[in-house]
């Protein structure tokens, strides 16, 4: 049945609209293009603020999350880095 | 007087730049305004085809750069609208015959003689595009609410940004308002909020644009019989400085489309 529905054009009901997903490719598409930071320098980006934090103070690296925000035309590189809560003493 | 030279851009191909400026250039002429169309994709010429101009062709824009003749004598009357010329690009040569300057030079001495330079960009990014915005007060991108169109729309609109071109508006052509209302389809919105510029139009698919390209015959002579027409028509007002609210595009009702299938089997 659902196949049949895909035939008709019709989507699945977990599957977004593909207009919706059109925006979110171009959204981070246009982010790379005008920053010419590829997706692989992101990435190294991400892992060398990781190692430079992490000499100071102690994070969570598996939560670090490193991405671009626009407004209007400007891009920003925002780094979300959750910071590792000390131990408390008693 | 001193034109306004407005340059017509895409990056992407075929997203309509050529209909729209020829379309922009029959409506303003049709609001009293003295307008020069120059047709800038040289080797690939079609402004003057879209106008039903292309009988009529002495001289070319190549032609005046080179000093074998006068810029008058390359100028196309529209006999359809005394205040409507075309200045038609070479079709012999290509786009390393023109320099940004040459451009330049042409436009500034059009702008003693006329309200608006219409400048119908080549696609591409490379030269052509170059000499293209060299002259431009203003530019237009046009693009389609597609993941290409929109992308390469960017692109250009950063490289304008970077020659300071002055302010760059936004058409979107093409929209299919069933596929936006199903979700199937970037919305104005979308495309405006993801390339953040000013929106100058908004232009539904029109098969009338079609059957007015296969006549010569650009749809902004007759506003009232589309909506693309008519959106053509409200951009021109616009660029006058008018404010015009965009145009509500809702899909055509089964009626609507039954008379619309009807008639496109008659004609």
Do not use: P
């Given at each position: 049945m659902r196949a049949l529905g895909r035939l008709f054009g019709g989507r699945g009901q977990d599957e977004p609209a593909s207009g919706t997903v059109a925006k979110e490719r171009l959204r981070l598409v246009l982010a790379h293009d005008r920053t010419s930071i590829s997706p692989t320098l992101l990435e190294m980006l991400k892992d060398e603020i990781i190692a430079v934090i992490s000499q100071h103070v102690q994070i969570d690296a598996s939560a670090v999350e490193v991405s671009f925000s626009q407004n209007a035309r400007e891009t920003r590189l925002v780094a979300d880095i959750p910071l590792l809560s000390r131990p408390k003493r008693r | 007087m001193t034109a306004k030279v407005v340059t017509v851009t895409s990056g992407?191909?075929?997203?309509g730049k050529t209909t729209i400026t020829a379309n922009l250039g029959v409506a303003l002429a049709l609001h009293s305004q003295r307008v020069v169309v120059i047709d800038a994709d040289v080797g690939l010429r079609n402004l003057d085809v879209m106008l039903g101009l292309?009988?009529?062709?002495?001289?070319d824009l190549v032609d005046v750069i080179e000093g074998r003749c006068r810029l008058r004598q390359a100028m196309v009357r529209d006999k359809r609208l005394p205040e409507m010329f075309l200045l038609p690009a070479a079709q012999?040569?290509?786009?390393?015959?023109?320099?940004p300057a040459d451009m330049v030079r042409v436009c500034d001495e059009l702008r003693e003689e006329c309200d608006f330079v219409l400048i119908d960009s080549p696609a591409g990014i490379e030269q052509g595009f170059r000499y293209a915005i060299a002259p431009a007060d203003t530019t237009i991108v046009v693009t389609n609410p597609e993941v290409p169109a929109v992308r390469d729309a960017d692109r250009v609109i950063g490289l304008i940004e970077a020659e300071e071109k002055g302010p760059i508006r936004l058409v979107i052509n093409r929209i299919k308002p069933r596929l936006v209302r199903r979700g199937e389809m970037l919305s104005v919105s979308d495309v405006v909020e993801l390339l953040s510029i000013d929106l100058l139009g908004i232009v539904p698919e029109d098969h009338a644009i079609l059957i007015a390209a296969n006549r010569g015959q650009p749809l902004a002579f007759s506003h009232n019989s589309s909506l693309a027409g008519e959106a053509f028509h409200n951009i021109a007002r616009r660029l006058l400085g008018e404010k015009v609210p965009f145009m509500v595009l809702r899909e055509p009702t089964m009626w609507k489309r039954i008379v619309g299938l009807i008639r496109s089997g008659e004609e």
């Open positions: - | 992407k191909g075929g997203v292309e009988n009529r062709i002495v001289y012999t040569r290509d786009k390393t015959a023109v320099q």
